[in-house]
């Protein structure tokens, strides 16, 4: 009944700290989550066992909260930092770890030299959760947020590897220098490898469980909730490093299939909204958790009168100004590194700014308080580990000024968006918003289509096209037709039309005619008739010479050539349109045109296609495309809610704006259900 008991209060916690948010923006979640904790120790302790379970912590909540964050990274922004990433992930832990433990060992002598790096190891790891707050909060360059999340997959476990190492150390008072590197690489590496393992394990599982024919929803989504403690258990009994694995797990992100159909459509939509449930109240009750351990672990040194208080706030406020100058050289020298290589350029004033915030985003939580929950009360009958007390204290002491620090002193380094864009006016952010929602839907149903959806995919996407020319019409914007679009289009045509005649793909005579249509069709758009490029001149003339020669020489105009050139006409269409749809699909998920454009032209050539090729379709045909639409405009409705939350939480849609929003999808959604 305690533990239940606990866990109410602890969630209650969270659901209290997300009202407070909303009324003081200004202190971050993580601050208010830590207060309530501090709050709930000091009233419940006495009715109350609040303990923390260091092993059963990282599984519990670092597990599925790494996996989360791992599953939803850039992984082309992550194998391009990668250098960055792990010089912070491993090596600035290392250094952390040596320098700290001798600054500790000098300054206090009664912790042990073995003792004060088991210290600097638990310091080393920076928290996932906090890290993910404060981005949300400040606008960091692209590159820095990359380095940071890429740090915070990595890091715990060279951290944990470290203070493992120094522990055993402090505890048996026997080190081997070739055995802890033997031992790193082999946890490191062979999480690495269990993680691809189990990654590839979990993919055949569902891909054959899809084979026999089940799409069950539930399944699939708690197969997927349930494969992060799965892969952090089995890597635990392998004996390597089970963070890594649950972190290489979520990059290969196995589970959620990247086609569209109506069960996969279901799961995608249950599956984000019980993550996001999930992340939230993980992410609330682990900083509670850590407001719960605050009271408990500091009292018993602050209360200890041998030494000073004065004195054990310096011992913090060293400790932390030594951690963070570290991490600010370190930090220092891979950006001047990073610009004189690749940049080129003189190291600026604006470059040491940027790794100043690079370093304070840094900050630590729960995971250094885990870790050092695990050093023993005892390392012999009757003999108490030195200066546990104090060195939990330390701990928790630089735990609260770098979250201190992160929360107050970045936004003033790097203000948020909002401040930015005070001048902006509320309605043409909340328009802006509305079509970046509305394009990326519509770029994220381009890349799923599928031969076996692609029709209704078609039709959603329609839809959403005329939704955005319905917006630009209300707000009075300038939509100018996208003739460049179109005539590189027919550019595309040309050049396959080229390659068939030189491949014997196709009769000079039908695709030099068609040459010639295409440029009357481009003379038409460009609105300049008789005026030529040279390029385009030549073409002209030899498909005009050419097709007179193919019908002097060759064809007869009798009934059968006739309807045998129709037949060859057809199909060069029809290569020529595919060849322009796959180029116009690369454009939708570029940047380099409007994607409204790129996608309205790109389903006026599906169109095309689908003409030339079908045959009327049955009824019971429609009646199948109809319901398979149904469900990937579900799938559609869902991705823009998700979105609007996204632009919510970074602060880009006021709270008023993204209500309304939702609330216009939400009708959406019970109009497509028949419940209105």
Request: with cysteine; aromatic share 6%.
């Amino acid at each position: 009944m305690e533990t239940l008991t606990l866990g109410l209060l602890l969630l209650a916690a969270v659901l209290v700290s997300s009202v407070i948010d909303q009324i003081v923006p200004k202190v971050s979640l993580p601050l208010i989550q830590i207060a309530l904790g501090v709050v709930v120790a000091l009233f419940a302790s006495g009715s109350i066992q609040i303990a923390l379970d260091p092993e059963l912590f990282l599984v519990f909540f670092i597990a599925p909260l790494l996996y989360d964050e791992a599953k939803h990274a850039d992984k082309v922004l992550l194998w391009r930092d990668r250098k960055p990433i792990l010089s912070l992930a491993i090596g600035l832990v290392v250094v952390t770890t040596l320098i700290i433990g001798f600054a500790v060992n000098a300054v206090i002598p009664s912790i042990g030299l073995a003792a004060a790096f088991a210290l600097g190891a638990a310091l080393g790891p920076t928290d996932a959760v906090a890290v993910s707050s404060l981005s949300k909060q400040i606008d960091i360059p692209e590159r820095q947020k990359s380095i940071l999340k890429g740090e915070l997959l990595l890091n715990d476990a060279s951290g944990i590897v470290s203070f493992q190492f120094a522990l055993a150390a402090a505890i048996t008072g026997a080190f081997s220098l070739f055995d802890a590197t033997a031992d790193f690489l082999v946890e490191f590496f062979g999480g690495l490898v269990v993680g691809v393992v189990l990654g590839a394990v979990g993919n055949f599982i569902v891909r054959k469980v899809r084979d026999i024919g089940v799409e069950n929803t539930t399944f699939h989504v708690l197969f997927e909730v349930f494969t992060p403690f799965l892969v952090y258990l089995i890597s635990g009994a392998l004996h390597v490093s089970g963070i890594i694995a649950v972190v290489v797990a979520g990059l290969v992100n196995v589970i959620s299939p990247r086609t569209i159909g109506p069960a996969v459509a279901r799961m995608n939509i249950v599956s984000s909204s019980v993550w996001r449930v999930l992340t939230f109240a993980l992410n609330g009750v682990v900083f509670v958790l850590l407001g719960t351990q605050l009271p408990n672990a500091m009292r018993h040194t602050w209360d200890d009168v041998s030494i000073g208080n004065g004195m054990l706030v310096g011992y913090v406020i060293g400790l932390t100004f030594v951690l963070l100058a570290v991490r600010f050289a370190w930090c220092l020298a891979m950006e001047y590194a990073f610009v004189r290589r690749v940049g080129k350029r003189p190291f600026k004033l604006s470059d040491a700014k940027t790794s100043l915030i690079t370093t304070l985003c840094g900050a630590k939580g729960t995971i250094t308080l885990s870790i050092l929950f695990t050093i023993p009360v005892f390392i012999a009958p009757g003999v108490r580990f030195p200066q546990r007390d104090l060195i939990i204290f330390l701990a928790c002491g630089v735990i609260v000024c770098t979250l201190l620090l992160a929360t107050f002193v970045v936004p003033l380094l790097a203000p948020r968006r909002d401040a930015k864009q005070a001048e902006l006016d509320a309605k043409k952010r909340e328009v802006e918003c509305n079509l970046e929602i509305m394009r990326s839907v519509i770029e994220e149903l381009t890349s799923r289509q599928t031969p076996q959806n692609r029709l209704e995919t078609q039709a959603v996407i329609r839809s959403y096209n005329d939704r955005l020319e319905r917006i630009k019409e209300i707000n009075d914007m300038e939509d100018e037709p996208n003739v460049r679009l179109r005539i590189e289009a027919l550019h595309w045509e040309r050049e396959r039309t080229l390659e068939l005649i030189e491949q014997k793909g196709v009769s000079g005579m039908v695709g030099y005619a068609y040459l010639a249509r295409l440029e009357q069709v481009e003379q038409l758009l460009e609105h300049h008739a008789g005026r030529l490029s040279p390029k385009h001149l030549w073409i002209r003339v030899r498909a005009i010479m050419r097709r007179g020669l193919h019908s002097m020489l060759i064809e007869l105009p009798t009934n059968s050539n006739m309807s045998l050139r129709a037949e060859e006409q057809r199909k060069l269409q029809v290569e020529t349109a595919t060849y322009a749809i796959a180029r116009l699909e690369e454009k939708v998920a570029s940047t380099e045109v409007p994607t409204e454009d790129a996608a309205a032209l790109l389903l006026e050539y599906q169109g095309n296609k689908r003409k030339l090729m079908s045959a009327t379709p049955s009824v019971s045909t429609v009646i199948k495309t109809v319901s398979r639409t149904d469900d990937i405009r579900r799938y559609a409705l869902q991705l823009e809610l998700e979105q609007i939350q996204t632009m919510y939480e970074e602060e880009r849609l006021s709270r008023a704006a993204a209500k309304r929003m939702r609330e216009n999808v939400h009708l959406m959604q019970l109009d497509l259900d028949n419940h209105v």
